[in-house]
């Protein structure tokens, strides 16, 4: 593939992690909170111990084939017709989560930055830069995430200190929010807001082995969950679980609030730089792992032909959902719900079969796809 | 059936690629050409051109046109110099327009008044006393020394030896590197009988002494900076770095001037990688238009596409010299006063070598106050743009009353004020390049009378939008890099345009897309956000400055052959006690 290169650890880590905390940004605390109440905060814990657990097995997967990414497996596994199939899969899946993920935004920011600007005005703006990352490549991506990385991270950290006079310990309590019961198993179907992880596994051999593709997932999982778990508490300590489960950005709402004095209040539009490039980095690596995976199940050495013609399925599924409701109702369920049957469904169930068919990456097992 | 069979046709060939047929387009036709056609094929041509425009005069190429008064050349050509001195004279006139072009001198002389010779020049190059004193009468007088050596055939390696009292004389036996040597400034001496010259050291053409640096003045810091003298420039750097093993090697650029360029770079030190990509970039430069350091840039530079520059240009012999030793390349024109270094990255371009002349508290300070002012004079006009226009809430409401009235009276919409205000600024600063010097001050009045107090007065632009854009302005001088600060100036246009249609939002897109540009360039290899992306070695360099006994390391992206600069403990004198000539007694305190 152009332009997929070897990168160091740290990189890998920033890449991985914006995209998962970038949606902390979005609708997701809120329906955290909705969820499970004032457990939220802990909850996200236990998706993000759940979606490390998977992502070992996955890792397990990934042992057995040394030096082969995922859609190279799936062919391994399952053959090639079947491991087209599973490729296409995810494929289509990253462009749904690509294009769901842009309509989230676009819903955002129309809500709190730009009501009166054509929605297509915005799509296109963001599409012309999504459109650039995937020409330019896995390369420029990470180094794109490693210049935008502590800035986000001290944004979002910058939000959440701003707004300490709000913070009211009180409100965490019952701190058992809904049942335990009820927490833990949205706790674990909630999983599915870290399952952007798997990107790890298409892009293994940039990341150079096993042993650092497990490092980077586990911290990118580590640090996604603390920027979860601490907007998820600052969030109920500032609003209350009543009204936090009504925001339809929860940290926006809190960059809004900050007040130190009339010279130093209504500040979040700053805020909206790094949500932007973050936002960038999620639908941008969404975006060319839905090209790069389609390249690889067929064998197609360049991605860039294919560019405009996935820019134009992305666009269209940013256009499915009639509105806001829509999109909360059944995207945003589906792809932080329920996307981690498919996503760590597949390549856990392609473990087991490489386990009981003995499956594993040398010659042997070579030979039986060529 | 045959119908179906059309409408099917038909209605492929709208799904189907279809080659063009080739369309008769209009062009210029071209001047025959002496390389690409044979005179034969000429002939013919112009015969059958002839015959169709019979009314038309024909052109006639130049060299036909004097073939009538061309001199009868024989033997010595470009490959071989005949030994004949007459026909060395009429080649040599022949390849410099003589007569006429007035600028060659051929001087014919007699060497100890029986070998017939001459010297030959191009007036205004050479040093004349060199010539008369060194030359002319060191020929011309030791008439008692060629009595000594009769057997010798060709007297000029004689010569060479004995007489000649230049410092530097060498042989030269292709026409290429006679004329060069001549159009250098150098004189060439020929003596009948002889198949090669000897050209003398006698350059003494004018140039400008060693003044201060214009662009890149400094406080603290030494004073002088290169001038358009290519040997001066080296020796300045010679100055700095005296090291043996310090390599200028030098290359002719261009078809047409043959353009001298010097490769000056530390053997031991600088990855011999980039030399040899250098040299292989300006060797490889096909052009007959290489005039200078700047379009040589534009020459060899990784990304001519790229707003930023990604070769650093400077005019001082001491920045150039912590580059050499950093282990980079630098790259000398002969008739510029840059120097260019490769590779350079983002920061380094951003720093200023006073920064490293002061204590690093104050250097770190200055430091980050540039990098504060690249980033106003980029973004400050664009983000008024965007907060005026889409973001009026992050105002206060006292700031908010304040602009709100200054507006008041103002007819044009904020986009079109900052428009109107910074492209003023742009004409201000490029008239005050332009300006002579003597009506100088007539600028400042213009600047700030008529466009700052009078264009508030007459309600075209509000006052706060002056402040505004003299400050972009000020961000924009403090850029220490000049081809950083234009493209800056540039982007600043780019991010007034995405303000004001999308507010924040755009600017954010215009931001990601400028990272996303210079992420991805390279400067001779190295890329050009380093070593932040990639992200490479700690650098002790960067935002903040360590001191300079901290800074232990070369930096990583050059893959010097030398990494470690200094000692980890480069301050060795601390790990011993001082030695006092006396006893010190308790009361000394």
Redesign the interface.
Known sequence: MTNERKFGTAEAVYLTTLVIASKAFYTSIRVMIKITGTAAWYMTIVSCLTSIIFFLLISLVMKRFPGKNLVEIFELVTGRFFGKILTLVFSAYFVYYAGSSLREFLEMIKAYNLPYTPPSLIIFAFMAVVVVLAYIGLEGMVRFASVIFYPVLIGIALILFLAYPYYNVRAIFPIGGYGIAETLKSGFFRSSAYDEVIILAFIINSIDGVKKFRKVGVLSLFISGIVFTSNCLCNIMAFDYTMSSENVSDLFQLARVIYFSRFFQRIESIFLFIWILASLITVGLAFYIAISSFCKAFKISNHRPLILQFAFLTFMVTLLPEGLIQLAKTNIVVLREYSMILVYGIPVLILFISVIFGKRGDSKCLKSVK | MSKKKGFMRTLFSYITYKEKKPKKQFYIPEIDNEDTKSEEQKNTTMKREGQKNRGLKKPVPVSESGKENKPVYEKADDEKISVNIEENIKYIKLKFNSPVNKDIVIRELMVAKKYKAFIAYIDGMVDRITINNFILRALMVNDVKFHEDTDDKCKLDFILSNILQTNQAKKVESSDDFMYEILSGNTLLYVDGCDFYITNETKGYDKRGVEKPLIEGVVIGPQEAFNENLRTNITLIRKLIKNNNLTTEFVKVGNVNKQLCAIVSIKGITNPAIVEEVKRRLKNIKSDMVLGDGILEQFIEDNPYSIVPTILSTERPDRTASHIMEGKVAIFTEGAPFAKIVPVTLPSLMHSPEDSYMRWPYGTLIRLIRFLAAFIATLLPGIYVA?TS??Q??I????LIAIAKSKENVPFPTLVEVVLMELSFELIREAGIRIPGIIGNTLGIIGALILGQAAVQANIVSPVLIIVVSVTGLGNFAIPNYSLALSARVSRFCFIILGA?????????G???Y??LI??IKSFGV?F?AP????TKESTDLFFRKPVWQQMYRPDYVNALKQKRQDKISRQWMKEEPKYSYERDEEDD
């Open positions: 907060i889409f973001h809430e992050m206060p409401t006292e700031l249609l999308l507010g924040f939002y755009g600017i954010s897109i931001i990601a897309f990272i996303i992420t991805n890329p956000f932040i992306a990639p992200k």
